[in-house]
């Protein structure tokens, strides 16, 4: 390094973009690769056996081979059996390139590496007492020298080679060998007749047990299922069990897709970055995501294990028979199988409920990244380093894209179009264009205008104004459709966009003569109709409207829009309380709750009292029906009474006022606490606490109700409120009861709560100290305090033996909890929560970069706050810019967030 080099700062030598345009077929393909790995305490000996062909798609033919390779020592290289020397290789940044390749042949590379050194949780790792290994996206550089890229698919064979000490070795595929190797170590030999790119390769080694079951498909093939797990976790399979095999019988049923391999398996792991992954027969699994039972695991996690389990067993055909061709179609994989996933959960349970909480997520966590300085298109035209690039909008928008796709051509074209899909492509690897094509193909439908959601990023906006006129009895809804510039785009064109709506009139939904249209015939039910807005401005026309009705726009939220239209109160109490649309009569109740909160921060910001605050009686007695409509499941009636959530209203809001938004959506809390005490007590005595738990739809959404009125009820500070809470903590049967009361008790400013809660707190550490994934529930459940001086007990809860700065779910639920989700105490104290979460972020970079990358989302959000936080965030995210050596996915996210 020259005086010059050296006197820059690291980061002028900047990553370098990668871009879509740029992609090219790959010169070589893999035709098989042999692995063999020699696990041994401090090292792993790789070997690797690749048959190479010259790819006769590329353009001209290759006469040299890079490989990718990370981290990696090379001991040794043979082509053809002849070990190459010095001179005929060259080591790159993050590769190797060989000289001279021939048309064809095999390359042999002996390359050792250090699974306990790595904690990255990328490549092959330790977590605990196994081995495992995360490949996507761009893992297995990290183990092996390779064509590290989703368009190479390959036969992988696999050996490991081990200590009996790790009596279980696993692989992809089906063991086709397995017996006694030197040294009294053993090896066991996976072959996965499935061309697939590196990514989804897997290997585990570790002293695991297993529940076993099995499933009979369609075609009458046995599937073996097994669930690894460390034996202390073996009393936790039984849910994922069910729930896979609920997985497996619906792709079956509503997709016509049949698992492949006579084995199935899923291993929870304690240490990793994402929630799980899809490798082929073989599912590494978070163990939040897998392991569940009543005593540890809330009806969330309840439902997450379930959803989680069908997304990676989806993958199976969404992702691994058909493929990506490269990494800017990672939507094409992720946003089909959390739809599918999605779909399944809505089968299973309600699919109202489910409906309403995913939109909260997209509403707050998408939107928001749609309109900030990461904001992408759900196909990314470039990016840094693509593990940034696992976004709400790859996986949340893009599955809304597929709604759309599936609303627009009705579930019959769309399930052709899908069969078509899965037939037209199995065994490659493709592009989102490839899906749209095959969909396009089947229905007969256009779809050219349809794919700009595919390239534009943002979140549209519509503008809705309407005309009834008496006399010709015509009805005419006027839509105006915009979308905000963002990074990658200045001036949108117009979006093809499904408008789901019914017209409500004095006794109930009108029939709808939509004029120059046809029915819908789909849901043969003529009260309900799907728009199709494709130019910036148009006028939809219904004839024979009796009455002036109230319009239910965006039904079931159909298209990821933010749609604005002048309701009255009047029009919005009509609509929460008989929309004959589930979705939309929650809709209305949030569209209320903003209304009277927004009133509230009126009064907040002109410096009033906010304890003078009244609602109007019509309000009140619109929630109190709410909560007698027995009509209604209970999990609506709960998120219908719930208010809009602070990140909700922080989205929506062009300023964010933290200290206006927290006090004013408390106070509104408090007042239908006290107007409503009566019904919420009603709710909460008439549940029986003693009942067995169950995890079905009916006790989850009774359970909800009944947290959600005591989280009322303890607004009121009364003693004998919170003595009730605190028996319920003490006697509950099942950890979502358990919890709710902790948390009710923890965030209640009243002198008893206060000392029953820190003695609930000491009780629950002494009784699940061993149970980690318990434990975050206790770190969550502090780090999201929303009283003073939460930031001194996350410092403090750092240095207790519970946590464990290198495992990410404990990082999530002590960290990431406060950064994200306390936002009063995380933008307290002149910037201390904004330093604090830069010097974990400066730790993690060189730990585990895609860690630090997803932790720094707060503050790439400071654009949004008043001048004084907005100096504040910005100089820490100078301050990480400024370190040396920082990591690819850092560098992005903070490069791009002080753009
Ligand atoms: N494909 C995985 C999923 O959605 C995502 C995933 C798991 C992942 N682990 C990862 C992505 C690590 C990046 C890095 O199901
Ligand atoms: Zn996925």
């Known amino acids: 390094m020259t005086a010059v080099e050296q006197s820059l700062p690291a980061n002028n030598l900047q990553p370098k973009t990668i871009y879509l345009k740029d992609y090219q077929v790959p010169g070589y393909l893999i035709k098989t690769t042999d692995l063999r790995f020699e696990i041994y305490e401090g090292e792993t000996i790789v070997s690797a056996m690749l ?45 190797i390139t060989i000289f001279n390749t021939p048309a064809e042949f095999k390359l042999l590379t002996i390359t050792k590496i250090k699974p306990e050194a790595n904690t990255s949780l990328e490549g092959l790792y330790r977590s605990r007492t196994m081995y495992c290994t995360q490949c996507e996206a761009e ?88 669930i690894f797990v460390e034996p202390k976790d073996l009393d936790k399979c039984e849910h994922a069990m069910t ?95 959390v739809y599918r996933d999605s779909e399944f959960s809505a089968d299973l349970g ?30 990314p035209e470039s990016y840094i380093e693509i593990s940034n690039f696992y976004t709400m909008t790859i996986y949340e928008k893009g599955a809304e894209i597929i709604r759309m796709l599936a609303t627009l051509l009705g579930k019959e074209n769309f399930r052709k179009g899908t069969d078509l899909y899965f037939e037209r492509h199995d065994g490659q690897a493709v592009t989102t264009e490839d899906f749209v094509a095959a969909l396009a193909d089947a229905s007969g ?15 549209p906006r519509l503008q809705v104004t309407d005309h009834y006129d008496e006399n010709t009895q015509e009805y005419s809804l006027t839509i105006k459709q915009s979308c905000p510039p963002t990074p990658e785009c200045q001036t949108k064109l117009p979006f093809h966009i499904p408008i789901a709506v019914g017209l409500l009139g004095s006794a109930g939904d009108l029939p709808l003569y939509l004029k120059d249209a046809e029915p819908d015939f789909e849901t043969g039910d003529n009260t309900h109709q799907v728009l199709e807005l494709t130019a910036a401005e148009q006028t939809f026309v219904f004839q024979r409207v009796q009455e002036k009705p109230v319009p239910s726009l965006l039904r079931g939220f159909s298209a990821p829009v933010k749609l604005q239209y002048g309701y009255s109160r009047a029009d919005l109490i009509v609509l929460m309380s008989r929309d004959s649309d589930g979705f939309n009569r929650w809709e209305a109740s949030q569209q209320l709750g903003l209304q009277a909160i927004y009133f509230a921060m009126s009064i907040y910001q002109r410096g009033e009292n906010l304890a003078a605050l009244q609602l109007d009686a019509e309000l009140i007695a619109a929630y109190r029906s709410v909560l007698q409509d027995e009509s209604l499941d209970k999990a609506m009636v709960a998120y219908m009474l719930s208010l809009p959530t602070e990140a909700y209203i922080s989205e929506l809001a062009e300023v964010v006022d933290v200290e206006a938004i927290h006090h004013s959506r408390s106070a509104i809390r408090k007042i239908l ?75 209640t400013d009243a002198p008893l709560a206060h000392t029953l809660a820190e003695s609930a707190l000491a009780d629950f550490y002494q009784r699940w100290q061993d149970e980690s994934l318990v434990v975050n529930q206790w770190l969550m459940v502090q780090a999201s305090c929303a009283l003073p001086n939460t930031l001194a007990k996350v410092k403090s809860l750092q240095q207790h033996p519970a946590y464990d700065g290198k495992n990410p ?44 990358s997803r932790l720094l989302t707060p503050l790439t959000k400071w654009k949004k706050y008043s001048p004084e936080r907005q100096g504040l965030m910005k100089a820490e995210l100078e301050r990480i810019m400024a370190e040396p050596a920082l990591s690819k996915d850092v560098f992005e996210v903070v490069s791009k967030s002080l753009a």
């Open 809 to 852: 779910n404990k990082i999530r639920a002590l960290i990431a909890s406060f950064c994200n989700g306390n936002a009063i105490n995380f933008h307290a104290d002149a910037g201390a929560g904004y330093a604090f979460l830069a010097d974990q972020i400066i730790v993690l970079n060189t730990q585990n970069p895609q860690i630090a």
């Open 243 to 337: 729930s896979l095999k609920n997985s497996m019988r619906w792709d079956e049923q509503v997709y016509g897709r049949e698992y492949d391999l006579n084995i199935f398996m899923i291993v929870a792991v304690d240490d990793f970055n994402m929630g799980a992954m899809e490798n082929k027969g073989l599912n590494i699994f978070n163990t939040s995501c897998v392991l569940a039972k009543p005593e540890t695991t809330t009806d969330a996690g309840f439902q997450r294990v379930e959803g989680v389990v069908a997304h990676e067993y989806f993958h199976n055909w969404s992702g691994n028979r058909v493929t990506c061709r490269d990494w800017f179609q990672l939507s094409l994989k992720e946003g089909f199988t």
């Open 51 to 95: 048959h190479l062909y010259r790819n006769p798609a590329a353009q001209a033919p290759a006469t040299q081979l890079t490989l990718h390779g990370a981290d990696l020592e090379l001991v040794s290289i043979a082509l053809d059996g002849k070990i190459l020397s010095a001179d005929d290789y060259e080591f790159g940044e993050e590769n």
């Open 673 to 747: 606490a006290r107007e409503l005490r009566t019904e919420f007590m009603g709710i909460y005595t008439a549940y029986d606490h003693t009942q067995a738990y169950a995890a079905t739809a009916d006790a989850i959404a009774a359970r909800s109700l009944k947290n959600v009125a005591l989280g009322y009820l303890m607004l009121l500070g009364e003693d004998e409120l919170i003595r009730a809470c605190e028996q319920q903590y003490r006697t509950a049967n099942n950890m979502t009861d358990v919890m709710a009361a902790l948390t009710q008790l923890v965030n």
């Open 139 to 226: 893992g297995f550089r990290k183990i092996t020298y390779y064509l590290d890229r989703p368009d190479v698919m390959s036969e992988f064979t696999t050996t490991v080679v081990a200590d009996k000490k790790y009596p279980v070795l696993l692989s992809n595929g089906n063991l086709i060998d397995q017996g006694e190797a030197d040294n009294d170590r053993h090896f066991a030999t996976w072959h996965d007749p499935f061309k697939k790119p590196a990514y989804l390769f897997a290997l585990v080694a570790g002293d695991l047990a297993h529940i076993e079951d099995s499933f009979t498909t369609c075609t009458g093939r046995e599937v073996a299922l097994k």
């Open 350 to 379: 309600s699919r109202t409920v489910k409906r309403v909480e995913d939109v909260s997520l997209l509403r707050t966590l998408q939107f928001a990244e749609d309109a900030g300085p990461m904001a992408h298109p759900i196909r």
């Open 445 to 459: 439908r256009d779809l050219s205008q349809f794919k700009r959601w595919y390239s534009q990023a943002g979140t």
